[in-house]
């Protein structure tokens, strides 16, 4: 089996794991949805990086929005296009550069941040982008929708 064909069936298999648990959250049964979400974003974003990311496509800021791309609040810096949205994204989540946001114990977002390889006290970030948890999920499924097109 090819890595590509092994990155597929992880890539599939990760949302099967994330559906399951979605499904399981809305029959009332008590699971970690936010859990399986950064776990979904593991196997999405930084499992697969170094044979798929050059596929993702460049599509523009401009023409997110126009999809119907969820974009991140950025605090620093503005993302140009897709690709760079996920690559900032699998760097926060690989380098474990992400913060929750939360309603006493319920998660409610979560802030990825980017910086420079130097930057080894993490003190300047270069990019900053918080999503609160419904827009994560629609970049996700989209994003999900775009790797089963490739």
Do not use: C
């Not at 990760?14 to 979400?37: D, F, M, P």
């Not at 690559?87 to 946001?101: G, K, L, Q, Y």
């Amino acid at each position: 089996m090819s890595n590509y064909k092994l990155e597929d069936e992880f890539i599939s298999r990760t949302e099967k794991n994330l559906r399951a648990i979605e499904k399981l959250s809305r029959e009332g049964e008590s699971v970690y949805e936010v859990t399986q979400l950064i776990n979904s974003l593991l196997g999405l974003l930084v499992y697969p990086k170094e044979n798929f990311f050059e596929e993702i496509p460049e599509i523009t800021r401009e023409t997110m929005i126009k999809q119907g791309w969820p974009l991140p609040d950025e605090e620093i810096s503005q993302i140009q296009n897709l690709r760079e949205l996920v690559i900032n994204m699998r760097n926060a989540v690989a380098h474990i550069n992400i913060e929750f946001s939360a309603n006493k114990s319920e998660i409610e977002g979560i802030r990825f941040k980017k910086y420079a390889i130097h930057d080894k006290d993490r003190e300047n970030p270069l990019w900053i982008g918080v999503y609160s948890l419904e827009p994560l999920k629609k970049f996700v499924n989209m994003f999900l929708a775009r790797l089963s097109k490739n």
